[in-house]
């Protein structure tokens, strides 16, 4: 087994009672178990080795009265065509919508087919959740 390292991580109190609360809806058994958790997350969905193929979803809510912002989601997607699978598309209320992308490809292109997106000006929230299919480049 690994040598366990120490080390201090500084929060305010509102934060901390945030994350205290989805610990124990979480039932994990202490702060660090949760904080090992959130790492190996953070490690195995960012940081493959290699340009692997990766099959997944990028989910993303925006503001459909953004000015031109349709347009410019479009764009995006044409630019990544060759990966984008393909895409569900709802209405949240009046003014917000979510949309769903499938896509399978190198994750380097993936990634950056997601961040294209989520740094559009409307998109409020994105998120990508990618699994490797097992094809190493």
Partial sequence: MSEIVRFGVS???ALLGRYDNLIR???YRNRSEAIRE???HSL???NYEGDGEVAGAIIYIYDK???DLVNRIIDVQHDYRDIMQLSQHMHLNNNDCIEIVAVKGLFSKVCKFSDSLKALKGVR???LSASRTGKIK
């Fill in 11 to 13: 929060l305010d109190n």
């Fill in 125 to 127: 929230h994105g998120s």
């Fill in 25 to 27: 809806r979480k039932n």
């Fill in 44 to 46: 195995s969905n960012k």
């Fill in 38 to 40: 959130l790492i190996r």
């Fill in 65 to 67: 009265r953004q000015r």
